[in-house]
């Protein structure tokens, strides 16, 4: 680790927050390398042993897990460049900071200031903070990649089966894509007792349901189902009745290597239909599990 340090310094300049774009931050998720150096600045006019200060401030940040993180390298082979900075030019009105820089232009990807207490303790807190935020960019690439992923795999021009096809007749093949963080399913039954039967389900990576299973599996996604049940005449005249109604659905198992998709979704209470006079189905009390798998027929 190359440590530098300034001599002389007369004035306090006001501390700038500086603001740093998405596609800049994102090389926190990135970067592998990085040049560590730190500084300290003082009033020429105070004593003060700037060499016992780098060293021990040198000694603090080998003992964080930076160099766990990223292969410590020259500025000019780094990914990111971090400093770290003391000021303790007015007493009492110390502080220290850290800052992440790319090396392309400069350009400040990280920063944080903060008054300085306990060397160690400030110089930890930094280190940890900043190792935060990378791990922030690396989930949201991770997270990027494995939408990617998902993407190609269960995409529109795909057709999928309940898992227990084979042994069940009213069994609707189902289409299945992901769009970004969202998961969507399309399927219209055919006509039955002179009915239609047909659902688009929305689906939203991360969020969480007011209602959920008995589960002990998070959900991958979640969201809401919309049905539209439709009933016609023999002679397949026009509609005679039509129902629409919404239910909750979370995804557990999105596997790109089988392919399958699992989770649960709320029943529909068709019930009310029995009423005098007959009335929409509402979502039910309880829960069914589902799995569906690629029709080998339209696999690739």
């Keep these: 680790m190359r440590s530098s340090f300034a001599l002389l310094m007369m004035v ?12 800049k931050r994102k090389l926190l998720g990135t970067a592998k390398s990085a040049s560590v150096s730190s500084d300290v600045v003082w009033n020429k006019q105070r004593r003060f042993d700037s060499n016992a200060v780098l060293a021990r401030m040198d000694l603090c940040i080998a003992k964080t897990a930076l160099n766990k993180q990223f ?42 200031e903060r008054s300085l207490i306990d060397e160690e303790n400030d110089l930890n807190r930094l280190v940890s903070h900043l190792l935060q935020a990378v791990e922030e960019q690396r989930a949201l690439l991770a997270g990027e ?19 227990d096809a084979a042994v069940r007749q009213d069994v609707t093949p189902i289409k299945i894509w992901v769009r970004g963080t969202h998961l969507y399913e399309s399927f219209e039954a055919p006509s039955q007792n002179m009915q239609i039967f047909s659902a688009r389900c929305d689906s939203v990576a991360g969020s969480v349901p007011d209602k959920l299973p008995n589960i002990s599996v998070p959900p991958l996604y979640a969201g809401t189902c919309a049905y539209t049940i439709k009933w016609i005449s023999q002679t397949g005249g026009p509609v005679l009745a039509k129902c629409n109604l919404e239910t909750h659905e979370i995804i557990t198992v999105l596997d790109p290597n089988v392919p399958a998709i699992s989770g649960w979704s709320q029943r ?33």
């Excluded at 990649?145 to 898992?163: G, I, M, P, R, Y």
């Design 268 to 300: 529909i209470d068709w019930s009310p239909l029995k009423a005098t006079p007959p009335a929409c189905p509402i979502p039910g009390m309880d829960w069914r599990n589902f799995t569906y798998k690629l029709a080998q027929t339209y696999a690739e």
């Design 71 to 112: 292969r410590f390298t020259s500025a000019s082979h780094a990914d990111i460049i971090v400093k770290f900075h003391e000021d303790v030019v007015l007493i009492g009105n110390e502080s220290i900071s850290a800052t992440a820089y790319d090396p392309e232009d400069n350009a400040v990807i990280f920063t944080e």
């Design 145 to 163: 990649q494995h939408h990617l992923l998902l993407e190609s795999t269960f995409s529109l021009d795909k057709v999928w089966n309940e898992a």
């Design 12 to 23: 306090v300049l006001p501390c700038v927050l500086l603001a740093q774009a998405p596609e």
